[in-house]
């Protein structure tokens, strides 16, 4: 079986964070495993307290995953502060950790910020560049870029961009950007675009983290990125046409909707 790790924050309403991303990985037939940056008080609503795990503890955790069971892929999500992204990437170098997926979360669906301003410069500078692809949205492009992305020509030219500074590929995910739902990854210097209809509907909490983990799950198959993103594409489609409604406000997927209920 292959295993995949993710690091990343809770979510004790189980629709984003490592909640979704085990959701993601058991979907995909893989064995998910766990290092918890943080814990985070949040629901569909929005994000009302977080509480960091110190960091030597995340190096802890991280220790006893390696040394047991060795990931085929890595998934890394919510990491706060400065000091934790230092501990990950020395414990992921020192591991030679391979097939790492990094998604820059800055900012939750419900519009609150996850990440403090002294910790961006640390995750472009020293996460970012050991990632096999990075998975930006639209507005966390613009924070890597430098400049407001309003059209596929700019998510393009971000791309571009983003990706002389760093070894592996860039994901751009145009969402926020059309009424379509067209992603853009840059890879090796070539531009490869998924064109999908947007899903109607207004429940995407946890898009981002499980997209992320549904590439690491296709990465720790052995399929090619470019392959890797489209399965996962298609993944998440499927996870927001299944149409799940829960919550008063921007509601979790249906993780689990090609799992039958018996």
């Given at each position: 079986?292959?295993?995949?790790?993710?690091?990343?924050?809770?979510?004790?309403?189980?629709?984003?964070?490592?909640?979704?991303?085990?959701?993601?990985?058991?979907?995909?037939?893989v064995?998910?495993?766990?290092?918890?940056?943080?814990?985070?008080?949040?629901?569909?609503?929005?994000?009302?307290?977080?509480?960091?795990?110190?960091?030597?503890?995340?190096?802890?955790?991280?220790?006893?995953?390696?040394?047991?069971?060795?990931?085929?892929?890595?998934?890394?999500?919510?990491?706060?502060?400065?000091?934790?992204?230092?501990?990950?990437?020395?414990?992921?170098?020192?591991?030679?950790?391979?097939?790492?997926?990094?998604?820059?979360?800055?900012?939750?669906?419900?519009?609150?910020?996850?990440?403090?301003?002294?910790?961006?410069?640390?995750?472009?500078?020293?996460?970012?560049?050991?990632?096999?692809?990075?998975?930006?949205?639209?507005?966390?492009?613009?924070?890597?870029?430098?400049?407001?992305?309003?059209?596929?020509?700019?998510?393009?030219?971000?791309?571009?961009?983003?990706?002389?500074?760093?070894?592996?590929?860039?994901?751009?995910?145009?969402?926020?950007?059309?009424?379509a739902?067209?992603d853009?990854?840059?890879?090796?210097?070539?531009?490869?675009?998924?064109?999908?209809?947007?899903?109607?509907?207004?429940?995407?909490?946890?898009?981002?983290c499980?997209?992320?983990?549904?590439?690491?799950?296709?990465?720790?198959?052995?399929?090619?990125?470019?392959?890797?993103?489209?399965?996962?594409?298609?993944?998440?489609?499927?996870?927001?046409?299944?149409?799940?409604?829960?919550?008063?406000g921007?509601g979790?997927?249906?993780?689990?909707f090609?799992?039958?209920?018996?």
């Amino acid at each position: 079986m292959k295993k995949v790790l993710t690091i990343a924050g809770s979510d004790c309403s189980g629709g984003a964070g490592i909640q979704a991303d085990l959701k993601t990985m058991t979907a995909h037939g893989v064995y998910g495993m766990s290092a918890i940056t943080a814990l985070t008080a949040q629901n569909t609503t929005g994000v009302y307290g977080v509480f960091e795990a110190p960091p030597e503890f995340v190096g802890q955790q991280l220790d006893c995953i390696f040394q047991d069971i060795r990931p085929d892929a890595v998934k890394i999500g919510m990491v706060s502060n400065a000091s934790i992204i230092e501990v990950i990437v020395r414990k992921l170098r020192d591991y030679r950790a391979e097939r790492i997926v990094v998604d820059p979360v800055m900012v939750a669906t419900s519009g609150s910020r996850l990440m403090a301003d002294a910790a961006v410069t640390t995750l472009r500078d020293r996460l970012l560049p050991i990632a096999a692809v990075i998975t930006p949205n639209i507005p966390e492009a613009e924070c890597l870029c430098g400049f407001v992305i309003e059209s596929t020509d700019d998510m393009l030219r971000a791309a571009k961009n983003i990706a002389r500074l760093l070894p592996g590929a860039v994901l751009i995910k145009g969402g926020h950007l059309t009424d379509a739902a067209d992603d853009l990854l840059y890879c090796d210097g070539q531009a490869h675009w998924y064109h999908a209809p947007r899903v109607e509907n207004p429940n995407t909490h946890g898009t981002g983290c499980t997209l992320s983990s549904a590439i690491a799950c296709e990465l720790a198959f052995g399929h090619p990125l470019p392959e890797a993103v489209g399965r996962a594409k298609e993944y998440i489609t499927g996870a927001l046409s299944a149409g799940l409604d829960l919550g008063k406000g921007s509601g979790p997927l249906n993780h689990c909707f090609a799992i039958r209920e018996e």
